[in-house]
């Protein structure tokens, strides 16, 4: 019995040990914005593919859209439509047009108003639209693409990780960032950082002393059995 009790404490010694050398995997949880309807498909009078399509009311409303590794969020006003309207979005990366010098497209996309499916045409009230995204850094600009190129939208407030901005007509977006910024990457918000040192260094002192408690257990149970 004696016998058993100490092999059954030398394994448990070296199973200890063994745990505690086992990393502690950090795990993130993530979401994104599931569309609503005809995704995939073209929307009149917008270039490339829809991504997300939400009915605005009257009274208002937001939708949202992801593109990437960023997301489009329009606000709009209540009163900007007398009725019901969808508000699409497509992800027009195919329609980029090249920056300026010393910048890289970021994102590209298209925003568009439509009622029972025809597109709304002409101006209406401000809409707000939030950009938000990592390759997003306070020296980034926001374009409208135009027939004749890049136009720089006047008004918009960027700061590191998101662009907001106003249109009051169905534009095709796109954001610009630094070269420089687009190399050297971004921080992005949330992400936890990696930790090494002391807690550690402390955990595999004890894992090593476990483990050695055990081997030797077990040896001194060998060397038993040999003299008996």
């Known amino acids: 019995m004696k016998k058993c009790s100490l092999i059954r404490l030398g394994a448990r010694g070296l199973m200890a040990g063994a745990i505690t050398l086992t990393p502690t995997a950090a795990f993130a949880a993530g979401s994104g914005y599931t569309p609503t309807g005809g995704t995939g498909t073209t929307a009149t009078g917008l270039p490339g593919s829809v991504v997300s399509s939400t009915t605005i009311q009257p009274s208002g409303g937001t939708a949202n859209a992801t ?31 090249a920056p300026p010098s010393g910048f890289t497209t970021a994102m590209t996309f298209g925003i568009g108003f439509y009622e029972n499916g025809t597109k709304v045409t002409g ?76 807690p550690f260094f402390v955990e595999g002192l004890l894992a090593a002393a476990l483990v050695a408690f055990g081997s030797l257990l077990l040896v001194a149970l060998r060397l038993r059995r040999r003299t008996v």
Not at 71 to 94: E, R
Not at 156 to 178: L, N, Q, R
Request: charged residues 5%; without cysteine.
């Open 123 to 198: 101006t209406f009230p401000a809409v707000t639209v939030t950009v938000s995204s990592p390759s997003i850094v306070a020296g980034s600009t926001v374009y409208l693409v135009t027939g004749s190129g890049l136009q720089a939208v006047s008004g918009a407030v960027v700061k590191a990780g998101s662009a907001t901005f106003t249109i009051t007509s169905d534009p095709v977006v796109e954001m610009a960032t630094p070269v420089s910024a687009a190399a050297g990457g971004t921080a992005i918000a949330g992400a936890t950082s990696a930790q090494t040192g002391k």
């Open 67 to 97: 593109i990437g590794n960023g997301t489009v969020t329009a606000t709009v006003p209540a009163g900007a439509f007398t009725g019901p309207v969808q508000l699409t979005v497509t992800d027009a990366s195919g329609s980029s047009v």
